[in-house]
């Protein structure tokens, strides 16, 4: 009866995360879409325009795609074989036969931080990666905690949502950026001519706007996903190893760790288990994670 539901739970979550992953990479299309002709109307030059539409369309394949490449290169992971670390896979395939998932590869970052995140398109293409830092300092129960946690980001397939998230996200910070640069560094036509240069003037400044304001967007939204799918993949990985207590002292002592994760950078934090910056306090609708001490309640409250 436990499996059943829990496979129900995760069949669910990864059909509703396969929809709102392919709407996204759709709003991003036309978001790029129109942000280029308003950018290209500021600049008086349409090449922008099919620019903007080349690259939109590349983007969303290649984030599709090799987003789960990208972010693994961006952390510095290297992939280990079953003869390099037995111990570790007979933990991920004892909890994958449980939640009905293949197997994953499993990759490692050399840094004694305490963390770890998952990635891949689907089950198929599925990778847990950890810190040399959380394998050596978890017991096995707590270790197999955060194993159950990542196993349920990959079940319910909110890691293509995510990592395909970093890769357009980054992509609008560019764009901004760029026409950021062209706006106040001598790019901007001043041609003033009658309404034509009127409504040039009027495209340029919405166009300066949007450059400012949809980078905060992209990446309010991108916290806004990651906070609610860590709170699920907690419930998740307590039904799948029937032991929240274990999850809930790892995250303990994922919080207590006061090391920065040297690996991560702000366009990945959002993919691991718990905010990868030490000692940096911040606004809650700019955390990355939900506060680790509302994640330890929940899961101690299931064992009740």
């Known amino acids: 009866m436990f499996h059943a539901s829990c496979f129900m739970t995760l069949y669910n979550q990864a059909d509703k995360n396969t929809r709102l992953t392919w709407l996204y990479i759709t709003g991003f299309l036309v978001f790029v879409i129109g942000v280029g002709y308003v950018f290209a109307g500021a600049m008086g030059n349409s090449t922008i325009l099919y620019i903007a539409v080349i690259f939109s369309v590349v983007m969303s394949f290649a984030s599709y795609w090799w987003s789960d490449k ?46 770890a995140f998952a990635t891949g398109r689907d089950p198929k293409h599925g990778v847990i990666c950890l810190t040399t830092g959380i394998i050596s300092r978890l017991e096995k129960t707590e270790l197999e ?62 166009a300066i ?21 860590e709170l699920l993949a907690d419930a998740d990985g307590a039904l799948l190893t029937r032991y929240p207590e274990g999850l809930a002292k790892a995250l303990e002592k994922i919080s207590q760790d006061t090391e920065p994760l040297e690996a991560a950078n702000r366009a990945t934090a959002h993919l691991f288990i718990a905010n990868p910056f030490k000692g940096k306090k911040m606004m809650k609708m700019f955390m990355t ?16």
């Open 289 to 304: 994670h939900p506060p680790i001490e509302e994640r330890i309640k929940a899961l101690r409250g299931m064992s009740m």
């Open 209 to 229: 706007i949007l450059s400012i304001l949809a980078p905060i967007a992209s990446v309010l939204m991108q916290l806004a996903i990651s906070r609610k799918r």
């Open 145 to 206: 905690g955060v194993i159950a946690h990542e196993l349920s980001h990959i079940g319910n397939r909110d890691i293509l949502l995510s990592t395909v998230v970093v890769i357009l996200v980054g992509f609008v910070t560019l764009l901004a950026d760029w026409f950021r640069h062209w706006a106040f560094f001598g790019g901007r036509s001043r041609d003033n001519d009658s309404g034509g240069g009127q409504l040039k003037m009027v495209l340029v400044i919405l």
């Open 70 to 115: 990208i972010v693994l290169t961006m952390s510095g992971a290297k992939e280990v074989k079953h003869s390099e670390n037995p111990e570790i896979y007979h933990l991920v395939e004892n909890l994958c036969i449980t939640a009905g998932l293949p197997v994953p590869k499993i990759y490692i970052i050399e840094d004694s931080a305490m963390n």
